[in-house]
């Protein structure tokens, strides 16, 4: 009946409760909306980053990270590509060999990442294949051709079919070379990546190096991310001399930039509803003021201050739920529906480029995020509860009642 | 042992300029079943001093025994437990709880009593029978005339199985007609279910339905008076 009487109470003013609802409503839906389209941002860097050449994770020789020496390969390279092929739950395997190297044209020269790669292996882990915007990524599977990024071609003056000299420090001499043809250009979110990594058949670069096949990294995909942590499991137990490790400890940043979408949008929408305390304090003490004759009345009577207590603490949570459940059935409806069909930045995409980040934002809010912010919003009427509620309890029923 | 023992009580309100002696070195007692008016003209103390009897105030000076109980020596949440369970209140006015039925408004009482639902509402019904309103069981305050309005506060008054009523000014906000008709409820009540009632009342035609009459005059007793 307690329950039932606070209910009532706040549709008595359905005006003043209707505006405090309709504050939280847009107040939660906004600030929802604005976090789902951050943490999509997020997810879409994370997944650019994942598709173009972090994939879900990397094995390396331990010393290979801090080294970048040609030397450091992985032992056995090749058949340890073939043995995890056949590991369940891992879509594809992409053994590179890499080499710091440098990319000459007539025009200039540049320090790039040379990343050597068995074509095939390649297109199935990560998404070269499918970004470039000039020439064929299967030419990458004939003798000395060389993909290379937009923004290196335009720095070296190159173009399709145009001759690129890699020069590299080798195993054996020196400093080899190599000269190749440019049979594709690549075009990633990324103009930094465009800029430094070209990519070539490591057949070319076991030839040239004068060497039997070797692997520095070995890129693996998994069919989602959520088998990330069974499979590094099983390779950690059976690969033990080797560096094995997930996107999120290759790219701390990257993984960082997402986590810290979800707590800005945390720390937003705690703002807001901060915010939002004070209006629904008001409201509720406005309530209260107007009803100091009929709380005189039930103190009177004998209801006991701990109980007025309760019911304008009820009042004060029924009043925020009511509007923080709309705000977040509209945000979810909302966010379920840009999920799908996306928001197209190709508008502002240009300055977007440069962080990584596609055209296309697919807004995202985990569940757990609608879970926490119910419990913030009981929180948050708790507080701007705790000072109406207090009014409450010390009317003095003789003086409430009085009508002189 | 009366029901109700008051002893030189005093309770003077400080005002800013100069201190009020609402109620004056008042000693009375009222018997069980007493139909008993307080009168008097307005500001002489008549709603000081049934506050002061409800428990709903502090005092100055003096004693209060209520049913054997010092009033003064309750705690706060003991005094609030005693008045639900002793003391029946019907205001001027505004007694009941809007966004509640009549039925809702008795049975309220006995939900903090802690009276469990079917009896709750089994005796709800009843008293609301007992005061002439069984069709407006399930109207709201603002769907009843004044006189309901006050006759369902009657009902509630009635609903803990109070040891008395307190009525201050019953009948301030009524016409003549349902003035009478109230007074007739709670004349019956006493005689029939031998409640005591002491209301006040600063008009004649009210006083004179009453057995007994004390009269105040600037916090002090001026006549005490009882029917024959
Ligand atoms: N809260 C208060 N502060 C100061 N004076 C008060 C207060 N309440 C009542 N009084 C004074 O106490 C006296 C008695 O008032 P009251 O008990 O209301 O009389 P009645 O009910 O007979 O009209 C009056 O002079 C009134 O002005
Ligand atoms: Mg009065």
């Not at chain 1, 990343?115 to 299967?138: C, F, H, R, W």
């Amino acid at each position: 009946m307690l329950i039932a009487l606070s209910w009532k109470n706040i549709w008595r003013n359905k005006k003043r409760s209707s505006i405090v609802i309709i504050a939280l409503t847009f107040g939660l839906w906004g600030g929802l909306l604005s976090g789902a389209i951050m943490m999509g941002m997020g997810e879409s860097v994370v997944n650019t980053a994942i598709n173009r050449d972090l994939s879900h994770i990397q094995m390396h020789k331990p010393n290979y990270q801090s080294e970048k020496d040609v030397r450091e390969f992985i032992a056995n390279g090749p058949e340890i590509v073939i043995e995890l092929k056949k590991i369940k739950n891992i879509k594809s395997v992409s053994g590179r060999t890499l080499i710091e190297g440098m990319a000459a044209s007539p025009a200039s020269t540049f320090g790039v990442k040379i990343i050597g790669v068995n074509p095939m292996d390649a297109e199935t882990t990560t998404s070269i294949s499918n970004q470039l915007i000039q020439g064929s990524y299967k030419e990458l599977s004939k003798k000395n051709r060389i993909i290379i990024g937009e923004k290196l071609a335009k720095r070296l003056n190159l173009k399709l079919r145009s001759k690129v000299i890699l020069s590299f420090e080798g195993i054996k001499e020196s400093i080899v070379y190599n000269s190749c043809r440019v049979v594709g250009i690549f075009k990633t979110e990324s103009t930094q990546f465009d800029e430094m990594n070209v990519f070539v058949n490591q057949k070319d670069l076991f030839r040239i190096l004068d060497t039997e096949p070797i692997i520095h990294e070995i890129a693996i995909r998994l069919n989602s991310k959520k088998n990330i942590p069974e499979i590094l499991n099983i390779l950690k137990a059976k690969y033990k001399n080797l560096s094995i490790q997930s996107w999120e400890e290759i790219a701390p940043e990257i993984a960082f930039l997402s986590t810290s979408m979800e707590n800005f949008t945390y720390l937003f929408v705690a703002i807001i509803l901060f915010a939002l305390i004070f209006g629904i304090t008001n409201t509720m003490l406005m309530s209260i003021i107007d009803r100091i004759h009929e709380f005189g009345v039930l103190i009177a009577v004998g209801m006991k201050r701990i109980k007025i207590f309760t019911m304008v603490i009820l009042e004060t949570i029924f009043l925020s739920v009511t509007g923080g459940l709309m705000g977040m059935i509209i945000a979810f409806l909302t966010i379920n529906y840009l999920s799908k069909v996306g928001i197209d930045l190709s508008i502002i995409s240009a300055s977007m480029e440069s962080f990584g980040v596609g055209t296309m934002l697919y807004p995202m809010l985990p569940f757990s995020m609608y879970v926490a912010l119910s419990i913030m919003i009981v929180l948050a009427a708790n507080i701007a509860a705790i000072y109406p509620a207090l009014k409450a309890i010390h009317i003095q029923p003789a003086e409430a009642i009085r009508t002189y | 042992m009366a029901l109700i023992e008051i002893t030189n009580l005093t309770k003077i309100y400080n005002t800013k300029t100069v201190p009020v002696y609402a109620v004056q070195n008042i000693n009375m007692q009222i018997s069980k079943n007493e139909f008993t008016a307080i009168v008097g003209p307005s500001g002489s103390g008549k709603t000081t001093l049934l506050n002061l009897i409800g428990g709903l105030d502090e005092f100055n000076e003096g004693k209060i025994v209520l049913d054997g109980i010092d009033i003064s020596k309750l705690k706060e949440n003991q005094l609030v437990s005693f008045r639900l369970k002793k003391i029946g209140f019907v205001f001027q006015a505004y007694n009941l709880i809007p966004v509640f039925t009549a039925k809702e408004n008795v049975e309220f009482i006995m939900l903090l009593q802690g009276v469990s639902k079917a009896e709750r509402e089994h005796r709800a019904v009843e008293l609301l029978k007992d005061v002439g309103l069984e069709i407006k069981i399930n109207t709201h305050p603002s769907q009843l005339s004044g006189g309901e309005q006050q006759r369902v506060a009657v009902a509630r008054a009635l609903a803990s199985r109070p040891a008395f009523v307190l009525a201050d000014e019953p009948t301030a906000n009524l016409d003549s007609t349902s003035a009478e008709s109230l007074l007739d409820l709670m004349e019956e009540l006493n005689e029939k279910n031998a409640m005591t009632f002491i209301f006040s009342t600063h008009d004649p035609r009210v006083m004179k339905r009453a057995r007994r009459i004390i009269t105040l005059l600037d916090g002090k007793i001026d006549v005490n008076h009882m029917k024959s």
